[in-house]
Structure formats: C-alpha cells, structure tokens
C-alpha cells in the first residue's frame, strides 16, 4: 500500500541544538500532518498543513516548532531549539482528503540529551 | 475538549478467543471514529472507520458499531489470532481542513499460540 517515509528514524541531540525531521509524504497526498508520542503515552496531534500553510495546530506545537514543504519536497518539521521534554516519536502522516483514510509513516524517535 | 477512552490497557487472550476492547469518546460535534492497529516499529495502520449512529466499520474480522448514545466504539473479533498481536488505538476524526485524530491511549492485544 502507499507508504509515507521518515528520515532518520532515531535521532539523538544536544538540548538547545537544532534539528528537522524529513518525511516524504504518499505522493499524491495533499494533506499532511505531524504527531507526537512519548513513551508509555498516547499519540496527540501537533500540526496539520495543507496548500502551504498550518491549518490547524495544538498547544503542544510550541513556538520552537515549525513546518514546511517547500517545492512539494519532503515535508518537514523543524525544532529550534530543542529542549528535553521534546524527546518522543514523531510520526508523520498524509491524506488525500481532509476526510480520508489518513497513512502513517514508522515514526522518528528523537531523544534530546 | 474532545476526548477518547479505551478501558483495557492490555488484554491477553489464546487463539480463538472472542476480543472486546472498549472505546468510549467524548465530543461536542458528530466526529468520525476509527480503529488504527500498530505492529512493532511501526506507524499506525488505518483499520476501518464510522461516520455516523448506528454504522458499522468491519475489516479483517474486526468490527465495531458507532453508537452515539453510548459515546461507544467498542472493538470486537469473534476469534482472534496470534499475528493479531499488536496495539490498537481507538480515534475520533474531525475538522473540514484536514483530519485532526484524537488518539486512545491505546490496547496491547497479546494473543497467544
């Protein structure tokens, strides 16, 4: 089936450091969105983003987080700077529609040390 | 704001056992509810979904019935089997601008041989 891509899939870095997280949407999709879930806990909605824009976003989608997909190219999610709390998985994840069957990638895990 | 539920953290059964993990949802509009299943480093996989009172989602002989009066969503197999194995989260979808999932806290289903 479609598959979305997450590079890398383990990331480790320095508290205060930036970093960006690369997912390579389904191809055709139009909607994108990130998830956050740190360990032990459920899965909460950071972002989505659609023609270019942020949507809607969370509480959790700090001031230091930012997206983009510039030239239909990975879709990205950006953290500047890192502090400890971020360290969980992030999944990225695409749709056709607003509405439609929503596919996940495998997830980055970030650990901020 | 809107909220998901699921009773069981961990449910351990023997292969063909019949499964029931219980999803209760909290919402102010009329969401769309769905079961995703993750396997071991993986990102979650769509199951199946419900739109409205009274319809049924069913996929790989899992079923379950949206039912609005009960806020439920309740997940059930007639008999399970061990690659069933794996976590299963229920959600609720809503938005117009791009499916925002509010996620379970999710139920590690361990079937053994």
């Known amino acids: 089936g479609p598959k979305v891509l997450q590079i890398p899939s383990h990331q480790i870095i320095d508290m205060g450091q930036m970093v960006t997280l690369n997912c390579d949407p389904v191809s055709n999709h139009l909607y994108f969105y990130w998830y956050k879930q740190i360990l032990g806990q459920q899965m909460e909605f950071l972002v989505n983003f659609y023609n270019g824009k942020v949507m809607e976003k969370s509480k959790l989608f700090k001031d230091q987080f930012s997206v983009e997909r510039p030239d239909g190219s990975y879709f990205t999610l950006k953290i500047q700077p890192t502090a400890l709390e971020d360290s969980a998985v992030y999944f990225c994840a695409s749709s056709l529609h607003g509405t439609s069957e929503v596919f996940f990638g495998k997830g980055t895990r970030l650990t901020v040390v | 704001g809107d909220s998901v539920t699921q009773t069981e953290g961990q449910v351990a059964l023997s292969e063909e056992d019949f499964l029931t993990i219980h999803c209760n949802y909290s919402a102010s509009g009329y969401p769309a509810l769905f079961w995703y299943v993750q396997y071991p480093g993986e990102g979650p996989q769509f199951l199946f979904r419900a739109s409205r009172d009274k319809e049924k989602g069913s996929s790989r002989g899992f079923e379950a019935t949206y039912d609005k009066g009960t806020t439920s969503f309740h997940l059930r197999k007639a008999s399970v089997q061990e690659s069933d194995s794996a976590v299963y989260y229920c959600?609720?979808?809503?938005?117009?601008?791009?499916?925002?999932?509010?996620f379970g806290g999710g139920t590690r289903l361990t079937v053994r041989p």
């Open positions: 959600a609720l979808g809503e938005g117009n601008a791009g499916a925002k999932l509010t």
